[in-house]
């Protein structure tokens, strides 16, 4: 790929070490333009329309977006999906009971009639995209003021997608692409009928655990399968008893060839956010100050969930998706500032600085202060950005429970401080309140979120500084002489937001005459004090800054194509439809240490330790290896797992198809290996690894383990 092909000798040199084939997640419909002869002379088979294309079926169609943040894709023509364990993760919770418990044992539908109705969950299809950058911008010119541009850009926006979609059951999305350089508007199809068909117990579908996470050699059978179910129009629709399963245009045919070193693979899906056109400030902002403090204040939460989590079963499964979610980022983190190091990214964007600084001097002056510019902005905005990381770690994001929860009564209080109360928006607001408290308790465990409240008030109190400490303690140390504990203590004696019955009660009996009740209640207040200064002293000013960034984004993204004008761009992800292209490939982790591009189900019986959670191995899994029962997944005496490619991915894409020269699935995307997860901010050719799970090892598990080979008859399978 042409990515970064190279104008001055200093350019060259400091891009040498990262100017790759395998960098780039790429615009399906821009395929023909751009990368095609690449991804040919690579090894792929198809056109380009085959990947995309609004004639005919093709592979787009084949992947969804499932649920809010991952990847999915259809492999029968009966609806049936693949996507990870841990994207259906939420779902296999949420049908869980220490009872029925789908997440240690698995769950298999052995017929449509078994299979688990989510409600909330959707899948999403691309229909088509479109670049609708020129009506974006109509009536905007170069002498606006930024406010001024930024309504008739919104206002464009709004009419466009009105347009595209009316008169159909259609939804809109439009993306600013470049930093706003260029936007595409995407017609969605939206599915909301999607049933929960299968998982494997955790000891595969997460084998390994947090302990792997992120890292090679991984032996996880990260996979879970859903149908989507539409009406008999084969259109969405709500769930119903008579919907039957959805017919998609296309499913991707599963390879049981398998891979080898040096193969063609695309990774075709939905990367979230990455950022690899901002300046080293930015890098500097992330390693010296946010990633370091968002670390350590996750560590000591981890710390506290794992020990209640170990020491009662019922707390493990209450705990057990909050847990993952806050580990995953957490040790992503530690990975992005040691690869960052690593690479010496810092001054490798340094350097490329100093030569672009010194090209607009000389060619293009409207740009000669832009870095200088930027500089000032990070200055502030750090701290800023900071603050309100640390701030949602304090209760939005699995921080307070119980500070949260009370926070949600604020819609309430809004609704009867009205002159009028309109009954039925009460009747459903009161509805929809006391649904979220019945989960909320579902997942709740009071003797931790009492200890994990007095933990986290104190490490704000340390390290953030004193302008942005809430009023609460003022509280703490007053009333409270200092003491953070005395103060949680009666804070969960005090507040009603801790018993089920009792939020329930409050929800349904509330009336305007409520609502000084609420405003005494000592966790209403805690939420309180700490969004009021968030919202007052944080927020305000870090949009601010945002927006000044904003602006500075688009003119250095516009610069940097102009000071390398010989170059093909690939947009940040932004969690719209891409193509990753790359090859299987090993790679060398530290000195003397070469990983190669597989695993086999022997390491998984190396790993085997009853004595650890994370590698417990199933006794059925154990029973086939005795008996070499393998069947038609056997290669070289054992069943291939997993393997790495050089695919640019990140977040978003789990779940993604990984497909074959010919284009047909032999992997399930699921991660980044460890040594690579900087790739968000620079990608290294050398470092990069997509973690993806082997076609084989899912359909053995399906097949041998689980004896669900019914779902096999429904699949088209490559021999
Ligand atoms: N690291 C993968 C991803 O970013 C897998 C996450 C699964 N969660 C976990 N905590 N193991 O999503
Ligand atoms: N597991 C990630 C996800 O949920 C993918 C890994 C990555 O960040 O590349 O999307």
Request: hydrophobic fraction near 40%.
């Amino acid at each position: 790929m042409v990515k970064r092909i190279v104008l001055t000798l200093a350019v060259a040199l400091f891009l040498q070490s990262f100017a790759r084939a395998d960098e780039g997640m790429w615009i399906p419909m821009l395929l023909k333009k751009y990368n095609i002869e690449q991804m040919q002379e690579m090894g792929f088979k198809l056109s380009a329309e085959d990947v995309y294309s609004v004639n005919q079926a093709c592979l787009k169609d084949a992947v969804v977006i499932f649920g809010r943040g991952c990847t999915g894709e259809l492999i029968s023509d009966k609806g049936l999906l693949v996507t990870n364990h841990h994207c259906g993760y939420g779902q296999i919770q949420y049908h869980s009971s220490v009872e029925n418990d789908y997440l240690t044992n698995g769950f298999w539908a052995m017929s449509p009639e078994e299979e688990l109705v989510n409600p909330d969950l959707t899948v999403t299809f691309l229909k088509r995209m479109e670049d609708v950058t020129e009506r974006v911008m109509e009536g905007v010119n170069e002498e606006m003021k930024a406010g001024e541009r930024d309504k008739i850009i919104a206002a464009n926006i709004k009419a466009i997608k009105e347009e595209a979609i009316k008169d159909t059951h259609y939804t809109a999305v439009l993306k600013p692409f470049f930093s706003g350089n260029q936007y595409f508007l995407f017609i969605n199809e939206v599915f909301k009928d999607v049933r929960l068909v299968g998982a494997p117990p955790s000891a595969i579908g997460k084998f390994g655990g947090d302990t792997d996470n992120w890292m090679w050699p991984r032996h996880t059978g990260d996979f879970s399968m859903f149908r989507i179910y539409a009406d008999k129009d084969n259109k969405p629709a709500e769930y119903s008893q008579d919907n039957v399963p959805y017919k998609p245009a296309k499913h991707f045919p599963v390879s049981l060839k398998g891979v080898n070193e040096g193969d063609f693979t695309m990774v075709f899906g939905y990367p979230g956010s990455t950022y690899q056109y901002v300046p080293s400030y930015h890098l500097e902002m992330l390693t010296e100050t946010v990633n370091p403090k968002l670390i350590d204040v996750r560590t000591e939460k981890l710390n506290i969930m794992n020990r209640y989590q170990e020491a009662d079963p019922a707390v493990r499964i209450k705990y057990a998706a909050k847990n993952a979610r806050i580990s995953n980022s957490w040790k992503r983190w530690i990975g992005e500032n040691r690869g960052l190091e690593i690479l010496d990214a810092i001054s490798k964007k340094q350097q490329y600085e100093a030569e672009f600084n010194k090209w607009a001097k000389s060619q293009a002056p409207q740009y000669a202060n832009l870095l200088a510019r930027y500089k000032e902005v990070y200055k502030n905005y750090t701290n800023y950005n900071l603050t309100y990381g640390y701030y949602r770690e304090m209760i939005p994001s699995n921080g307070i429970e119980l500070a949260n929860l009370a926070g949600k009564m604020d819609a309430l209080k809004a609704l009867y401080e009205a002159e009028e109360v309109d009954e039925e928006v009460a009747k459903a607001l009161k509805k929809e309140l006391i649904g979220q408290a019945e989960l909320f308790f579902k997942n709740y465990y009071q003797p931790l979120d009492q200890e994990m409240s007095a933990k986290l008030l104190s490490m704000y109190a340390e390290n953030i500084e004193a302008a942005f400490q809430p009023d609460v303690y003022a509280l703490i140390n007053g009333k409270y002489k200092g003491n953070i504990k005395k103060y949680v203590d009666h804070l969960f004696a005090k507040s009603r937001f801790d018993s089920k019955e009792e939020v329930i009660a409050f929800i349904d009996g509330f009336s305007a005459k409520s609502i000084k009740a609420l405003e005494k209640d000592p966790a209403y207040q805690l939420n309180k004090s700490f969004v009021s200064v968030y919202r007052d002293k944080v927020a305000p000013q870090r949009k601010k800054y945002k927006s000044e960034l904003a602006d500075l984004d688009k003119a250095y993204m516009a610069a940097q194509m102009q000071f390398e004008p010989n170059e093909v761009f690939y947009p940040d992800a932004n969690f719209t439809l891409r193509v990753s292209y790359g090859q299987v490939k090993g790679y060398t982790a530290r000195d003397a240490v070469y990983y190669k591009h597989f695993t086999t189900l022997e390491g998984i019986m190396e790993k085997d330790n009853p004595d650890i959670y994370d590698y417990r191995v199933p006794a059925k899994l154990k029973e086939l290896y005795k008996n070499k029962d393998y069947g038609r997944y056997e290669v070289d005496g054992t069943v291939p797992v997993c393997f790495v490619a050089t695919n640019h991915t990140t977040g978003g894409n789990s779940g993604s198809p990984v497909l074959n020269a010919e284009g047909h699935l032999i992997g399930i995307n699921f991660d980044r290996a460890w040594e690579g997860v900087m790739s968000d901010l620079m990608f290294n050719p050398e470092q990069c690894r997509n973690i993806s799970l082997d076609m084989r090892y899912v359909l053995f598990i399906v097949d041998k383990m689980a004896g669900a080979s019914y779902l096999l008859d429904e699949m088209t399978i490559i021999e």
